[in-house]
């Protein structure tokens, strides 16, 4: 098995292609975002999907379960006013209400776990719908 970090507050092990991912996201910009996802019988936390560079905000929004929790990282790039172009990597912890209840119990217990492995997260966001993780709330925090 490669290697895995633990997560001591709740005996959760996040994977190496996890870490990898995510750097290969914040240095080389080959990942516009990556979906995480708690794997309860192995208790890993695994790569869920990996969406590429030409993808946007919209393709991760909808790669979201309706019923279920994630973990996400997305690399927002946009201009400040003074014309510089800038990039913000925002944490989202995604806990629908359609969700069970045991599931939003482990991924909110395991989510400052993960965020100390994905070292270089700006913001954090936390929805339970689309409308607490729309572009606006993004395009607000990042300023």
């Given at each position: 098995m490669a290697m895995?970090?633990?997560?001591?507050?709740?005996?959760?092990?996040?994977?190496?292609?996890?870490k990898n991912s995510f750097m290969e996201m914040k240095w080389k910009k080959?990942?516009?975002?990556?979906v995480f996802k708690i794997d309860e019988k192995s208790r890993l936390v695994t790569v869920d999907k990996v969406g590429g560079p030409g993808e946007g905000y919209d393709d991760l929004a909808a790669s979201l379960?309706?019923?279920d929790c994630r973990y996400a990282v997305f690399d927002?790039?946009?201009?400040?006013?003074?014309?510089?172009r800038k990039s913000k990597i925002f944490f989202i912890a995604w806990s629908p209400t359609a969700s069970r209840i045991r599931a939003k119990m482990l991924?909110?217990?395991?989510?400052d776990g993960l965020r100390r492995?994905?070292?270089g997260i700006h913001y954090e966001v936390q929805a339970t719908d689309p409308t607490e993780m729309g572009m606006d709330v993004?395009?607000?925090?990042?300023?």
């Open positions: 895995a970090f633990k997560m001591a507050t709740t005996g959760m092990w996040v994977t190496e292609e996890c080959v990942h516009r975002y990556i379960p309706n019923d927002f790039d946009f201009v400040t006013v003074d014309n510089c991924y909110a217990t395991s989510k492995v994905l070292d993004i395009k607000d925090r990042a300023k």
